[in-house]
């Protein structure tokens, strides 16, 4: 285990961690940079097994990070550093100082980050990221009323509703709306007051100024602020003091007339320990859910992504094949685009459905639902309004048999189930019959329009 602690060698890994963060810089804006990716501190690294520990301040800040840079992390490091396989994000154990300089002479920049401006300090628009707009994000049935909904919020016109109330789970999408209201906002009215503010980044303000004595002044500055955009208010649920503070800061906003978001994971009505009247509160204006993307709009992430990246085709096939297995959340989905294409760029190869099996397998491992072959049967029986007796019985009926066929198609597709195994649950067929069903299934995906579409309905119901 090396101990980046140790003077001997850590040089090197400061200035390798130097490399890649102005990498990460230039990547994903200074912004992000400066909040997220800078205070990361290389922790230890075990040989044996090529995994390399990477701290942040806080458990908070960890989880973000981890969410959201994981993959592009650990590529990173493997192209500087082959012997590193892997990499995990915690928080630094309480012992361990990040604020004290590793190998300052090498690495300059391994200094911790000077510390944040209370909120309010500077300038009309705080800690907004300017490429979340409303331009990047894709629409689809899973999210477009939060999309509008966003949209009348950030307009010149006064909004129907206030607060907006934005619920999704981890990735699907709700942050970038929030900085594209906020971006939006600005532009239609240049002199606005915007304030971008993550939950921790609120509780420790507050708790800093309570032990400054500063917290009148906290309290003007915030209620200053002509749109006040909060994220993952599930993390100032529970305390006390800040959940006082923080109806206090809804009343006076919305009682101003000025704009006010919050984003959470769970609906208002879900949020553990909350209070009654801070409950009343966030309830009354608009909550918008955003559900889990289909694989229609997960289709359509990735050609936009792809568009944007301008590095040539990618086969239909490795769309195909990601918006299908990549299912959880949208970051996960545009990580893994990113970890592939960067991939096969810095390697020369092109982009094909086996390399992104071999490069994204942990991805897809984590991803993949497990899908019986009965629900297969039954979700196609249903579908061509067949008995499901029929996928066992011996009879060779066209109406009969090609549904039989699909579904064989399917349990190849969908599960890890082999030819014998597949055949054994369609009343114990030959393997060659299984294999004879998923080539025809293929082939008439590529030439028979309603067959394709009838496959893809399918894989969207059995996949949802």
């Not at 301040?57 to 990070?65: G, T």
């Amino acid at each position: 285990m090396i101990d980046m602690n140790d003077s001997n060698g850590a040089a090197d890994w400061a200035a390798d961690w130097n490399e890649i963060s102005e990498g990460l810089r230039k990547d994903l804006g200074a912004q992000i940079h400066t909040q997220w990716i800078r205070p990361i501190r290389p922790g230890s690294f075990d040989p044996g097994s090529g995994m390399l520990n990477l701290h942040l301040p806080s458990e908070f800040s960890a989880n973000w990070v981890r969410e959201r840079f994981a993959d592009r992390l650990a590529l990173a490091w493997k192209i500087v550093r082959p012997e590193v396989r892997s990499v995990t994000i915690a928080a630094a154990p309480r012992d361990t100082d990040l604020a004290r300089p590793r190998a300052a002479a090498a690495a300059p920049q391994m200094a911790a980050p000077a510390p944040r401006a209370p909120l309010g300090e500077a300038g009309n628009r705080i800690s907004l990221d300017p490429s979340q707009v409303f331009g990047g994000f894709i629409t689809g049935q899973s999210n477009v009323l939060a999309f509008n909904a966003a949209q009348r919020m950030a307009a010149m016109e006064k909004p129907l509703f206030s607060p907006l109330y934005l619920k999704a789970a981890t990735g699907q999408g709700k942050t970038h709306l929030l900085h594209a209201i906020g971006n939006a906002f600005a532009e239609v009215n240049p002199g606005a007051r915007i304030c971008y503010c993550p939950a921790e980044k609120f509780m420790n303000d507050f708790v800093s100024a309570i032990q400054r004595g500063d917290s009148m002044a906290f309290k003007a500055r915030l209620r200053g602020f002509d749109m006040l955009l909060v994220d993952d208010i599930q993390f100032i649920i529970g305390k006390n003091s800040t959940q006082e503070e923080f109806l206090h800061t809804i009343d006076a906003i919305l009682g101003a007339g000025k704009r006010l978001v919050v984003t959470s994971d769970r609906a208002p009505q879900a949020l553990d320990g909350v209070d009654q009247r801070l409950l009343s509160r966030l309830a009354m204006g608009l909550v918008a859910d955003i559900q889990p993307a289909d694989i229609e709009l997960r289709r359509a992430i990735i050609s936009a992504r792809i568009a944007t990246m301008r590095m040539g085709d990618v086969p239909e096939d490795v769309i195909e094949f990601l918006a299908r297995t990549i299912s959880r959340n949208v970051r996960e989905l545009v990580g893994g685009l990113n970890k592939l294409m960067a991939y096969a760029q810095i390697t020369g190869q092109k982009v094909t459905l086996p390399l992104a099996e071999e490069q994204l397998s942990d991805l897809l491992s984590a991803n993949r639902r497990r899908i019986t072959i009965d629900e297969i049967q039954r979700a196609v029986c249903q579908f061509y309004k067949v008995d499901r007796s029929e996928m066992s019985s011996k009879r060779r009926a066209r109406a009969v048999v090609r549904p039989r066929q699909v579904a064989m198609y399917l349990a190849k597709v969908l599960t890890p189930r082999s030819y014998p195994e597949i055949g054994r649950k369609f009343g114990g067929r030959d393997h060659s019959t299984v294999i004879h069903a998923v080539r025809l299934i293929e082939d008439l995906r590529t030439r028979d329009a309603d067959m394709d579409g009838d496959v893809r309905a399918l894989l969207q119901q059995l996949e949802s």
